[in-house]
C-alpha cells in the first residue's frame, strides 16, 4: 500500500542551524507530496506541496524538492528559528474519488536560542 | 473567520458513554474529513465525505457515525467509548473530493480522553 517513511526524531537545534528533515514514499500512482506542520496546541496547517516531479515547494523560508527517481520529499531550511519549533508531518496524496492523504510518523523539531 | 471549526475543543468522559464532536467549515469546500492522532502523533484517516456522501471509511469500528447535515458539518458520533478511542481527533475539508492537488484544511482538533 501507499506510505510515506519520515527520518526517527525528535530533532533538536540551535537557532539559525540547518534543517533537514528526510521523507520518502511508496505510492501506487503518481502522487502529489505535502508538508504539514502542527504547532503546539494546534491543528495541522500546509506548509508546502509539489505535484509534479522536479517541483520545487516552498514557504517561510522552507523548501522541498520532489524527487521521483528517489521516491523521496525532504524538507530543508538554512536556518532555523525558535518558532519554527512543532511537528513536521509528510504526506502523500492520490488522484481519485477515495483520494485521502497518508502521513508519514511525524517528527518533533526544537529549536533552542 | 475560523476556516475549520471543532467543538468541543477539550473532552473528558468515562468508558462505556457516547459522545458527539461537532464540525463546521465556512470555506466552501464540498470534502470534509476525520482524522485520528493517537498518543504518537501519528494522524490517519477515519472518513471523508463529498457533498453529504460517504466517501471514505477506514476500517473504523462501527461504535463511530459520522452524520454530514450538510456539506458545511460533518459531526463525528461515538458510541460506548472505550480508552483506545483517547486520541485526538481532527476535522479537515478541501475544495474537491480527488484532486490531488487540493490542499486540506484543518480544524484545531478535539481531545478526547476517555477514563
Known amino acids: 500500500g501507499d506510505s510515506v517513511t519520515q527520518m526517527e526524531g525528535p530533532v533538536t537545534l540551535s537557532e539559525e542551524a540547518f534543517l533537514t528533515i528526510n521523507c520518502t514514499y511508496t505510492a501506487t500512482g503518481y502522487p502529489s507530496l505535502f508538508w504539514y506542520v502542527q504547532y503546539p496546541g494546534e491543528g495541522l496547517q500546509l506548509l508546502l506541496k509539489a505535484t509534479k516531479a522536479d517541483d520545487k515547494g516552498s514557504n517561510k523560508g522552507f523548501e522541498a524538492t520532489y524527487r521521483k527517481e528517489t521516491t523521496s520529499f525532504h524538507l530543508e531550511k538554512g536556518s532555523v528559528q525558535v518558532s519554527d519549533s512543532a511537528v513536521y508531518f509528510c504526506?502523500?496524496?492520490?488522484?481519485?474519488?477515495?483520494?485521502?492523504?497518508?502521513f508519514g510518523k511525524g517528527i518533533t523539531l526544537s529549536v533552542r536560542p | 473567520d475560523t476556516a475549520v471549526s471543532q467543538t468541543p475543543k477539550y473532552l473528558v468522559t468515562q468508558m462505556g458513554n457516547d459522545k458527539s464532536i461537532k464540525c463546521e467549515q465556512n470555506l466552501g469546500h464540498d470534502t470534509m474529513y476525520w482524522y485520528k492522532q493517537d498518543s504518537k502523533k501519528f494522524l490517519k484517516i477515519m472518513f471523508s465525505?463529498?457533498?453529504?456522501?460517504?466517501?471514505i471509511n477506514e476500517t473504523v469500528p462501527n461504535r463511530f457515525s459520522p452524520k454530514s447535515p450538510d456539506k458545511a458539518h460533518l459531526n463525528l458520533h461515538i458510541n460506548s467509548l472505550e480508552l483506545g478511542d483517547s486520541a485526538v481527533y481532527f476535522c479537515a475539508s478541501s475544495p474537491l473530493a480527488g484532486g490531488a492537488t487540493d490542499t486540506q484544511y484543518f480544524g484545531p482538533g478535539t481531545r478526547l480522553t476517555v477514563l
Open positions: 465525505y463529498n457533498n453529504k456522501e460517504l466517501i
Open positions: 504526506a502523500l496524496l492520490l488522484r481519485g474519488a477515495n483520494s485521502k492523504l497518508t
